[in-house]
């Protein structure tokens, strides 16, 4: 079995800055898929540094491995 961890970095325009509701689906920005938190985490930040002034823009890391493989919760 695999040890690889997915994770996906997203974001966009969100209707409210302090929630995750996204204002206009076709707009999201696929940032990538990364094989582990630590890449993901580097390519989060230089998205969201990209868009800081605007507190409407959201960038997110959605753990795929976790929906993938639902089992590795319990490790």
């Known amino acids: 079995m695999s040890d690889q961890k997915l994770h996906l970095v997203m974001g966009g325009r969100v ?6 509701e996204f204002a206009d689906l076709s707009q999201i920005e696929l940032v990538g898929v990364f094989p582990d938190y630590t890449v993901a ?35």
């Open 15 to 20: 209707k409210d800055p302090q929630g995750l």
């Open 41 to 75: 985490e580097e390519a989060w930040r230089a998205a969201a540094q990209r868009t800081v002034d605007d507190a409407e823009m959201k960038f997110v890391v959605v753990h795929l491995h976790r929906l993938l493989q639902p089992d590795m919760l319990k490790r």
